[in-house]
């Protein structure tokens, strides 16, 4: 019994040893792309509070905080694949994201911590729209539809706003107040706020207030 006793502590020493040498890859990481990718280790002989390290916080969460779908699949099936790379996400406030997940086992095959990245892609979205419109030509518009009639919706309204935010070589959330304020007018006039539950996307989209929004357009009725 004390041989199993003392194998029992040396892995769970071993696992311990290696969750802190891979802490030490997520702190790195994450100091290496500030603000742009968050860097979460999972500790996942404890998911009800697996997260030990979490670098550019984008996600709103905590350490502590307990394991993704991703761990629990793990913990359940050791042969679940260690590496899942460059799928899509999406942050709580609607961000996409670029994730990828990493399993570490220890040396008796066993997941005992997973290592993720969720690059946030609508950062690098505005750079892209501009490199785009400055090498854009003019259309010919008599071989293009002066109107659409498909419905606007929220998928279409963040893609006008990273278009507009663009124009400035910004992200939504980067702008100034006052291009916020010009860039809500702009959707105002232009009819976006006529569907469902414009003026909260928008506002999660700027990283604004819902009442801030509409505060914007009363300012667009009323004049500077």
Known sequence: MRNLKDRGALMDDADEHLIQEAEKIAV???RMFPGLCE???HDLRNPR???RVIENNLSG??????????GLARIADPGYPSVIQNYPNRFPDGRPA????????NAAGDYVAALCLNLDVSLLSPVTLALANLVATEPDHRDEPLETLRDRNARELRRVVDAMAAERAAAPRSLSKEDKRALVRRLHQDGWFDFRDAAQTIADLLGVSRATVYNYTKKDRTGP
């Open 61 to 70: 969460r905590q350490v502590g905080d307990s394991v993704t779908e991703l």
């Open 98 to 105: 670029k994730s990828t997940s990493i399993g570490i086992k």
């Open 49 to 51: 509070h697996a997260i």
């Open 28 to 30: 790195a990481l994450g």
């Open 39 to 41: 860097v979460v280790l």
